[in-house]
């Protein structure tokens, strides 16, 4: 097996660039026909839900006479958590389900959705609906936020809550771009890899350079390829040396 260098696999890959060219153009034209003609697409739409622990806020105004103080606030945070864990139970999807007159069962409802709160001092929870079109998603996600409210209210019912929601959705898959390029990339680390294997376990002798490399012994000449020498091109001898 040959020794691997940094300037050996330099070489290799040089000499070797048109199959690792074919091999990224080939990869990558795959995954461009794959995104752009065969894989489903997948759009996301997002809405929010408001929460707080009596009062309510709505962006610089207070909707109700009571007093939301630093405590409310607080208290509203800390309960967030346990808001998003209520809207992931299986009841509030069952009500979404019949309101789309139970073309979903709630399993793909649930599927479909992911609830999360925005960030760890926020009252602010976003709820995030997928589908095969930027409209379902937006009436999914819509539908869900207008139901939260009454639902959370349930089990919590100091809580207040105010929802948001979406006019826009935007497609999360497939993102062709980038696929495109991870292919390419990926059938150039493949090719790589095969023409490296197959080349350190070639023992052949194409020449000065292969012969040096291999044996700690002087090389003394070659011998000269007279076809080319005839030809008038002196570019190359047998065993690979070059004028």
């Not at 019949?98 to 929870?125: H, P, W």
């Not at 089990?155 to 826009?168: A, D, L, R, W």
């Not at 012994?217 to 001898?237: M, N, Q």
Request: aromatic share 12%.
């Amino acid at each position: 097996m040959r020794e691997l260098s940094l300037m050996y696999l330099l070489n290799l890959a040089w000499r070797r660039i048109w199959a690792l060219i074919i091999a990224f153009v080939l990869l990558a034209g795959i995954a461009f026909c794959y995104c752009e003609f065969a894989a489903t697409p997948v759009y996301s739409a997002r809405a929010s839900v408001l929460v707080t622990n009596g009062g309510s806020i709505s962006n610089t105004e207070i909707e109700n006479t009571q007093s939301v103080t630093n405590n409310d606030i607080t208290a509203s945070v800390n309960m967030i958590q346990t808001v998003v864990d209520i809207l992931k139970t299986p009841d509030i999807y069952k009500q979404l389900a019949v309101k789309f007159d139970n073309r979903y069962s709630y399993q793909q409802l649930m599927a479909k959705c992911n609830v999360v709160s925005r960030g760890e001092d926020t009252m602010f929870i976003d709820v995030t609906f997928s589908s095969s079109t930027p409209e379902e998603a937006k009436r999914l996600v819509n539908a869900f936020v207008e139901l939260a409210p009454d639902y959370i209210s349930d089990p919590i019912p100091f809580s207040h809550s105010k929802y948001y929601t979406t006019e826009s959705a935007s497609k999360t898959y497939p993102v062709t771009s980038q696929i495109t390029v991870i292919f390419g990339l990926v059938g150039v680390v493949i090719t790589y890899g095969i023409v490296l294997l197959i080349d350190s376990f070639d023992r052949a002798i194409k020449g000065e350079e292969d012969f040096v490399s291999r044996f700690d012994i002087p090389l003394l000449g070659t011998v000269p390829d007279f076809e080319a020498a005839s030809a008038g091109t002196h570019s190359s001898y047998k065993g690979g040396r070059k004028k």
